[in-house]
């Protein structure tokens, strides 16, 4: 699954079973997670629980365990459940675990690093999609001439998707503030302890690489030892 993160830009980057239905293959559930038979689970994992009422307050805490240093995040299921809830069974599933953080990008209005593809390839995702939960509190482009562009700000935790609803398994990291349309659902913070690291990665640039010196695999290769929910 190609991963589309901004508008003009490069390609981005996609407790038991869940209950779905063998005719629609989508869960029953207010969330609808839906199997995706063009582009299977880049690792197997069951499609998530999807309860009829899912749970919408709180603030979960997973930790990404990386090579180069931890990034704690915090999930804000007020704000974004169904993909909270997506994420922390994907976490529980391990399907984040020995995984590369394959994109990085450093135009002046974009700043991300993109995780969540265990086929590191930008491709990849978990063989299911489901909705947007959008953003309607991100402050706007200051002089933007469309009226359309919001501020992603540092430290923001976003899905990143193929176009409208679409989500699957990759996220981005904002390491600073980015502009964005307000496409892509945040469902959650980093960290400072987070944010530190994304620094150290950030500051190490991107991969040389044929097509673009702002775009393309961090320099200094991030792994994903383990993710796993810590509070």
């Excluded at 901004?6 to 839906?34: F, H, I, N």
């Excluded at 590369?100 to 991300?112: D, F, G, I, Q, S």
């Excluded at 349309?181 to 960290?191: C, K, Q």
């Amino acid at each position: 699954m190609k991963i589309l993160l901004a508008v003009a830009l490069m390609a981005v980057l996609g407790g038991g079973t869940a209950q779905a239905s063998p005719e629609s293959d989508v869960t029953r559930g207010p969330c609808g997670y839906e199997v995706t038979p063009d582009e299977p689970a880049a690792r197997p994992v069951p499609l998530p629980p999807d309860p009829r009422h899912t749970p919408d307050h709180g603030y979960p805490e997973v930790l990404l365990a990386t090579n180069l240093g931890p990034v704690p995040l915090v999930l804000d299921r007020a704000q974004a459940p169904c993909t909270v809830q997506s994420f922390l069974h994907l976490v529980r599933k391990k399907f984040y675990d020995d995984t590369t953080c394959h994109r990085m990008t450093a135009y002046p209005t974009l700043k991300v690093l993109q995780c969540g593809d265990p086929s590191n390839t930008g491709e990849g995702g978990p063989g299911y999609k489901y909705k947007d939960e959008l953003p309607t509190d991100l402050a706007p482009v200051p002089n933007d001439p469309t009226g359309l562009r919001r501020i992603y700000p540092r430290g923001t935790l976003a899905m990143a998707n193929a176009g409208p609803a679409t989500n699957g398994s990759q996220f981005f990291l904002v390491t600073s503030d980015s502009v964005l349309r307000p496409n892509y659902t945040v469902f959650g913070r980093i960290s400072p302890a987070g944010l530190a690291t994304l620094d150290k990665i950030a500051a190490g640039g991107i991969a040389p690489n044929p097509d673009s010196q702002v775009d393309g695999r961090p320099a200094l290769t991030t792994d994903i030892g383990r993710a796993k929910r810590t509070g």
